[in-house]
């Protein structure tokens, strides 16, 4: 069985060869696939579940208390009674988990490509060299992707601010009626603790700038790299004086 395994493997090419993780070309590829991991494990954002803690001072003395969730739109479910009011069914300013599923969405692609790049890399790098499309298409998809890095990255930092906004003591004054009343107060005094998001947003940032770095040691692959230097004329050759 074992046999046949290898000779499979044989018939398709692949031979391994740990070497290009010493060059820039691979060693960017598997700090990429790292980065990722350490996306997952930080800055999980379908994972993340937090609340802030809204206090209502009612004009009579009582207290009342909201919990404003940061992964639901909802602030107050159905019909409820605050304050002696009837309080219908209310959600927070704005929707960003549009934003972070685009997130979580890049982050995927781009770990399934790294893995798949890495095994060309260690098992097929003498097919990948020998051929002019293997490195124009790594090169194009790298690229691309460093793109999205930066557009999803730029597009979760946003949402995520909204999410701060709208469940501070402004947003939920501006969202909550009975707030606005001149006999109720309303005021966060418990934050949740979104340093797992931060961390997400630095890191989307950070594998921008990995992918953009790689993609140049890609392009360095191309033949159009390569084109170009050889289409550069030589250094002139000094005219010697004939003899006299």
Not at 101 to 115: D, H, K, P, Q, T
Request: hydrophobic residues 45%; contains cysteine.
């Amino acid at each position: 069985l074992n046999g046949l395994i290898w000779g499979k493997i044989m018939m398709t090419g692949f031979r391994l060869n740990l070497s290009p993780l010493k060059e820039p070309l691979g060693f960017v590829k598997l700090v990429e696939w790292v980065s990722l991991m350490s996306i997952f494990a930080f800055g999980s954002c379908g994972g993340f579940s937090g609340r802030n803690i809204v206090s209502l001072v009612c004009g009579d003395g009582k207290n009342e208390t909201l919990n404003a969730r940061q992964v639901s739109v909802r602030l107050v479910d159905g019909n409820t009674t605050l304050c002696n009011h009837s309080v219908t069914t209310t959600h927070l300013m704005g929707d960003s988990s549009s934003s972070a599923e685009f997130f979580v969405g890049v982050a995927v692609i781009c770990f399934l490509y790294s893995m798949v790049a890495l095994l060309v890399y260690l098992g097929y790098m003498h097919v990948y060299k020998d051929s002019d499309f293997g490195p124009m298409f790594d090169f194009v998809v790298t690229a691309a992707l460093a793109i999205l890095w930066l557009v999803c990255s730029s597009a979760w930092a946003k949402g995520l601010q909204n999410v701060k906004d709208a469940t501070d003591t402004d947003g939920i004054g501006a969202t909550l009626a009975l707030c606005k009343g001149s006999n109720v107060t309303c005021e966060v005094t418990e934050f949740a603790s979104m340093r797992t998001l931060n961390i997400s947003v630095l890191f989307g940032y950070l594998n921008m700038f990995v992918w953009a770095g790689n993609a140049w040691f890609v392009y360095k692959e191309t033949r159009w790299h390569s084109q170009k230097y050889s289409s550069q004329p030589g250094p002139a050759r000094q005219q010697v004086p004939a003899p006299i």
